[in-house]
C-alpha cells in the first residue's frame, strides 16, 4: 500500500485498460512546469497531454525517450505560464483512459530562483535483494518543525540508484521555496513499482558525490 502521505496525489485508473495501475501522481511543481507519474497495467508507451481552457497545447512522451515501452511512466512536463491552471490526460499505449472520462488537474507554481544542491540518493533491489530495481517510481517528501514540502518524485536508473535535487523542493502550497536543515530536517522515501513497495524516513543528507548513500532499500 502507498504511504499516506502519498493518497493524497493518487487516483486509480478507472477505464478497464488501467484496472491494475497506480496514478497518476503530480510532483516536482515548478513555475514553467511539473511531472506526471503512474503504473500502467501491463508494459507500454505512455504519454501526456497537456490542456488549457479545454484546448490541447502540448504532448509528452516518457522522460526515458517517447517510444518508452514499460509498466512505469515518468514524464516532465515543461515550458508552462507560471501560476497557471492546466488540465491533462493519460495515454498508455493508444488506450486514453482516467478520470470518469474527465480530464485531471494541475497548476504551476511562480517563478522561484534556485540555488545551492543537496542531493540525497540510494539504491533499490527488487524481492530478492539481488536484481536491480529499475524503473520503479520514488516518491519524496520533506519534513522540518512539522511541516512538509510538496511531493517530489524521480525514478531508478538502470543502475539500481536513485537520486533528485531536493534545495529547490517547494512548500505544500508550492508557492515558495521549502526550507532544508540538514541539521533537523528529515527525508520520507516511498518507491512503487508493479513489483512491489519500499519505503523509509530518516535524516536529510547529500550524497557527496556517490560516498553518502541511503541504505539500500528492497521491495516487498
Known sequence: ?????????????????????????VANVTGEGFTVSWISDVPRIGSVKIYQNNKLIGNYGDDRGKNYNYYTHHVTI??????????????NGNAVGGNKGKYYDAR???????????????????????????????????????????LLSTRV????????????????????LFRISLAKG??????????????FKGRIMDNKGGKNLYSSMTLK
Open 1 to 25: 500500500m502507498f504511504l499516506s502521505m502519498l493518497v493524497l496525489f493518487i487516483w486509480f485508473f478507472d477505464d478497464a485498460v488501467f484496472a491494475k495501475g497506480y496514478g497518476p501522481v
Open 78 to 91: 515543461n515550458k508552462l505560464n507560471p501560476m497557471t491552471a492546466y488540465s491533462f490526460s493519460i495515454a
Open 108 to 150: 504551476t507554481g511562480p517563478p522561484l530562483i534556485r540555488v545551492g544542491s543537496v542531493q540525497p540518493a540510494g539504491r533499490v533491489f527488487l524481492k530478492d535483494g539481488r536484481t536491480i530495481a529499475e524503473g520503479a517510481l520514488v516518491y519524496i517528501t520533506l519534513g522540518v518543525d512539522g511541516k512538509r514540502s510538496a
Open 157 to 176: 536508473d538502470r543502475n539500481g540508484y536513485w537520486f533528485l535535487e531536493i534545495i529547490n523542493a517547494r512548500t505544500e502550497d508550492n508557492k515558495n
Open 186 to 199: 528529515d527525508i520520507a522515501v516511498q518507491v512503487v513499482s508493479q513489483e512491489g513497495t519500499a519505503m
